[in-house]
């Protein structure tokens, strides 16, 4: 009997200091009936909460966070295809840490503004450089072309 007794303390403890360890608080939102003295912030209780505040006790590991994360880089359009030189040039900016390929999408558009011609082309920018496309223009294009464009956010090709 009193070995009994022992292993249901026992796990009592075990169980009260694994719940005080993880976060767990017996707090409960209002459901209508039952009235509850926490704020609209509280999330209740249990480890599943996205808002509860683990950074008192977690350790958190920020470098591979950071470093896998890559971001967007930036397109412009350096200069526009002429009848003397049918090329669009684009330059992408990579504002990562680490080399990685972007794709830039450019438009050929007439002077009413409708779209003659477009392109998607993929280049791979030194970390934190810049690259420059060549985009060749149609000679039917460039019959009507008046402005070129790029879409300003280059997207990172995985």
């Known amino acids: 009997m009193h070995s009994r007794g022992r292993v249901l303390r026992l796990t009592t403890v075990v169980a009260v ?3 005080a360890l993880t976060g767990f608080s017996t707090g409960h939102k209002s459901s209508g009936r039952h009235k509850s003295s926490h704020s609209d912030s509280d999330s209740g209780g249990g480890c599943s909460s996205s808002r509860q505040n683990h ?10 966070r950071h470093t896998s994360t890559l971001q967007d880089g930036t397109a412009t359009v350096v200069s526009c295809a002429t009848k003397a030189i049918p090329y ?9 840490s680490r080399q990685a390929t972007f794709e830039a999408e450019l438009s050929f558009t007439d002077a009413s503004g ?3 011609g477009s392109a ?4 791979t920018v030194p970390a934190r450089g810049t690259s420059k496309i060549q985009v060749e223009a149609s000679r039917a294009v460039l019959a009507k072309l008046d402005h070129c464009w790029v879409e300003p956010e280059a997207d990172l090709v995985n």
């Open 55 to 64: 950074d008192s006790y977690t350790p958190r590991t920020t470098s591979t």
């Open 88 to 96: 669009t040039t684009v330059e992408v900016t990579n504002p990562n």
């Open 120 to 123: 998607e082309r993929q280049i």
């Open 17 to 19: 200091v694994l719940l």
């Open 114 to 116: 409708r779209t003659l």
